[in-house]
């Protein structure tokens, strides 16, 4: 169809609808939302919790409990299985929950034209009939037919499958079977823009739109699970396989010693519950959500779980400056006349207020009418929008374009007016790598070119300097940036022109000659007040920080300077200067001491993150527009601005930060260091008990000691009351001291030399303790039975104790208040009051072989533990000697 046809069709103009129709239609198309991806629901993540080596082994040893007739003990083993799925279910389900609040909390915004405005709305309010302006780094909210097209291209993936960006063009008519990715007049919903701008008109939304034809098969997608999870199941299965040898090799033993078979069983049963670290996967899913929540209170969203892991080894952060380091408020300060006439305006922030005084003269005194032609050309070429709506000033679009409106305002002048004086013919938008913008406009009937951009690329369209038409001097110009640049000014160059342009012809750079340069606009943005504290938190962790600006080299200098980033010219390398290295090794040499980079392309992000990665940084790089994601992609960390972020950034990234602050990124290496710190604790209080059990049982087979503990009192040691710490210690709050530790080496892998030495004093110290005391109470002629209550509560004692070594790796228990994670003192208080409590419970305590103690025992296998305590303590001291922190 035709657009015209298409406008008739949906009952609209060029114009968009009004906010009253738009409030009908939403009512009657309902909200441009898909259904989400169907989450596993409640019974399959029940049923989930059996799906593992262990449960199928404790199943097996269900069964044949009954079938010899200890029902007792089958009951048993089912209850805590049953148990075990229930809170494996509740804390799968929480961490899901938690999963999706995060997502909802990044919202997809777009442009709409209502009531011939120009308005920022959620995509899912958008209708069909409503006007949508488009521009680069878009996601395309719903189906739309272009009325306008610039340079459109756009990015149809995942629709099509198509790599190629597609060139797309408002004008054409298609046959009615085209199929989708020929189809250049329209647009569709979830594709993304890659470059140019464009305007068109809903036609479809939500399920009627091409991805929702097929939303069944894009949305069913199963999410990934992160390395480390996947690491850390791979590590049970493998002591699965491990323990299943061992354990068939145990069996084949005891069987040439006439053991009975059934004891040979629930000798195997008992190997497998005591090693196999079976709650792993459920504390480790418990300590990624809580890290992901205290991320999200902190203003990081974690999109991919691989970030939790990554920020624990960042060692360079490559971070944009607008909006991040700075508030995002650009300001214009000054106005130069090419003659050095110079201009300095008042007022404060996104308010109009102010004036404009110029060499302590009212700017209406200036001759040529120069402030007027300032402004049309700051104005002119502009996308943003800046005006009243129901009392208040609003204000959306690119920070410099805003700018420039309020500046405007302060000399009366509205874009929309002005625009109706000097109607629009045509635009060149403004592109990272174009670095300008300009606007054809009719002035009295004859067509003229208002411009705005980097000096350095308007100085070559230019010849003159005013209307009188005194001769351009470039290396006044380009002294006069130098100044304003080093004062901490942001530059912009503005200058204007009449345009020959034949009937057929398309406005283009070409037709950008003989201009007249008008002057320079200097503007700043304040730094945030957080931004240097936060640079030198950086520098303490061992991570360096670099800032990557398309602004002047001095300009970026001065800023760094401030922040404390770098003192000398030296440190600044400019995107000219990257663009002429030869090869990779110029490009590194370039890289390796620069701290500022000036002038930099988007596309030249890419060449930084890799020449960093090759010095042997893991990096963390920022971004908001299209054109980073390539770099956000390539760096270890893509981190994305969640207020000006584009879609296709958001998209690319592993982190978002919601409030766009650099503050926030540092924040979040500091939660995803005490994150990654407690899946290490976690990990380390399951593995060493169940390597001291597994110390325990070696011991008693090498002597020909009956089994020191059965398999109903391992799993009640291992699933009941360890459970219950193992949980609790994934809510640890911050050691104080994450960001004065240097990073963790990417290479390091989770079980590394400490690890690995604390797991082995721990289970020799606690497995060796525990057999002796099992074997002293048989030789004190204690029962079987009683010398196995012995040996299980002092089992427990131990974890209860062992669980406050765990809270640190170098750290002293007694530098280190429990009441910072009162979570874990009830969890472990819970523990040891449980298992008491089991001791009393008539039937319980039958199950278990469990009888109640004297005090007097209880304080005597209780003061034995402590002995765990002063031996961790003493190689903590030596670990501190040995220059961990």
């Known amino acids: 169809m035709s657009a015209e046809a298409v406008l008739a069709t949906l009952g609209v103009s060029r114009h968009g609808i009004s906010r009253g129709e738009a409030l009908r239609r939403l009512t009657e198309y309902g909200p441009n939302i898909l259904p989400r991806a169907r989450l596993p629901g409640i019974g399959r993540i029940f049923l989930r919790q059996f799906a593992s080596p262990l449960i199928y ?13 200890e029902y007792s003990d089958a009951g048993f083993i089912a209850a805590v299985l049953l148990v075990n799925a229930l809170i494996g279910t509740f804390q799968e389900h929480s961490a ?41 780094g878009d996601r395309v909210p719903a189906d739309i037919r272009l009325l306008a097209s610039h340079e459109l291209q756009v990015d149809e993936s995942a629709l099509t499958g198509e790599s190629m960006a597609t060139g797309k063009e408002a004008d ?45 098969a894009v949305l069913g997608r199963e999410m990934t699970r992160s390395p480390l999870m996947v690491r850390m199941e791979t590590f049970t299965h493998r002591v699965a396989m491990v323990v299943g040898l061992a354990a068939l090799l145990v069996a084949a033993v005891a069987f040439l010693r006439g053991m009975p078979i059934v004891e040979i069983f629930f000798l195997t049963v008992a190997l497998a519950v005591s090693v196999i670290p079976e709650g792993l996967p459920v504390a480790l899913t418990v300590a990624l959500a809580i890290g992901m929540r205290r991320m999200a209170r902190r203003n990081v ?28 408020q650009l300001t214009v300060r000054r106005l130069l006349h090419p003659d050095g006439t110079s201009c300095v305006l008042s007022g404060e922030g996104l308010e109009p207020g ?12 200036l001759p040529g009418q120069w402030l007027s032609r300032v402004c049309e050309a700051a104005i002119l070429p502009n996308e943003a929008f800046f005006g009243r709506r129901d009392g208040d000033w609003v204000q959306h679009g690119d920070a410099v374009d805003v700018a420039l409106l309020v500046m405007a305002h302060k000399a009366g002048f509205v874009r929309e007016t002005l625009l109706d004086r000097l109607p629009e013919v045509a635009t060149i938008p403004f592109e990272s790598e174009r670095q300008f913008a300009a606007s054809m406009n009719l002035v009295e009937g004859v067509p003229h070119a208002f411009i705005k951009g980097a000096a350095e690329r308007l100085l070559p369209m230019c010849d003159r300097t005013s209307d009188a038409g005194v001769a351009l001097d470039a290396a006044v110009i380009l002294a006069q940036v130098e100044a304003l640049a080093q004062e901490g000014y942001r530059v912009l160059a503005l200058a204007c022109g009449p345009v020959e342009l034949a009937p057929d012809e398309v406005f283009s750079e070409e037709h950008l000659h003989d201009m007249t340069f008008l002057g320079l606009v200097g503007m700043i943005d304040p730094l945030r007040v957080e931004a240097r504290p936060s640079v030198a938190r950086c520098q303490r962790a061992g991570i360096e920080v670099a800032m990557v600006t398309g602004d002047h080299p001095a300009t970026a200098l001065a800023i760094a300077r401030e922040l404390g980033l770098a003192e000398r010219m030296t440190q600044v390398v400019t ?21 500022v980079f000036a002038r930099v392309e988007p596309t030249q992000k890419l060449d930084i993150v890799t020449s960093l990665q090759r010095h042997g940084h893991f990096v963390a790089v920022s971004g908001d527009g299209a054109n980073d994601a390539p770099a956000l992609r390539a760096a270890q960390v893509g981190v994305a601005m969640g207020k000006s972020g584009t879609d296709v950034a958001r998209e690319t990234a592993e982190l978002i930060i919601t409030d ?10 500091e939660e995803g260091r005490v994150a990654y710190a407690n899946v290490r604790k976690v990990i380390y209080l399951l593995i060493s008990t169940g390597a001291a059990e597994l ?25 009941v009351t360890n459970g219950i710490q193992d949980i609790a210690l994934a809510f640890e709050p911050a050691e104080g001291d994450e960001l004065r530790r240097p990073p963790r080496p990417p290479s390091e892998p989770i079980f590394n030399r400490l690890m690995i030495e604390r797991v082995l004093i721990a289970a020799l110290v606690i497995g060796s303790l525990a057999f002796i005391l099992f074997e002293w109470l048989l030789a004190q002629g204690y029962s079987l039975d009683e010398a196995r209550n012995g040996t299980l509560l002092l089992m427990v004692l131990f974890e209860n104790v062992h669980v406050f070594n765990c809270r640190s790796e170098t750290r002293s228990v007694f530098g280190h208040s429990p009441l910072r994670n009162p979570v874990l003192l009830i969890g472990t208080l819970g523990a040891q009051l449980v298992h008491i409590g089991a001791m009393y419970t008539p039937g319980l305590s039958d199950i278990l072989g469990i009888r109640p103690v004297s005090p007097t025992h209880w304080l005597q296998l209780l003061t034995l533990t402590l002995s765990i305590l002063l031996i961790m303590e003493l190689h903590k001291i030596l670990l501190r000697r040995r220059g961990y922190r």
């Open 354 to 365: 102010g004036e404009i005084r110029c060499d302590d003269q009212p700017a209406g005194l």
């Open 695 to 719: 110390v325990l049982f070696s011991l008693a087979l090498v002597t020909g000691l009956p089994l020191p503990l059965l398999a109903v009192q391992l799993l009640w040691l291992n699933l």
């Open 301 to 328: 969203i974690i999109r991919r779980l691989v970030a939790v892991e990554a920020l624990g080894s960042c060692t360079f952060i490559a971070t944009d400056k607008t909006g991040t380091l700075t508030v995002n």
């Open 57 to 69: 082994v404790l199943l097996a040893a269900t069964v044949l409990s009954l079938l010899i007739g």
């Open 660 to 669: 766009d602050n650099f503050s926030s990124i540092v924040a979040g290496i």
């Open 172 to 216: 054409v008519i298609l046959a009615a079977d085209t199929f989708v990715g020929d189809r250049r007049n329209m647009v569709f919903a979830g594709t993304l823009v890659a470059r140019g701008r464009g305007r068109g008109i809903v036609t479809a939304t939500a399920l009627a739109t091409e991805l929702g034809n097929i939303a069944a």
């Open 96 to 136: 899901q929950r938690a999963a999706t609040a995060l997502g909802d909390m990044v919202t997809t915004l777009c442009h709409v034209v209502r009531d011939g405005e120009l308005y920022e709305i959620a995509a899912e309010e958008l209708v069909p009939g409503d006007l949508v302006v488009l521009e680069a």
């Open 575 to 595: 995107g000219p200067e990257l663009r002429q290295a030869q090869n990779e090794a110029e490009l590194d040499a370039l890289t390796h001491d620069a701290r």
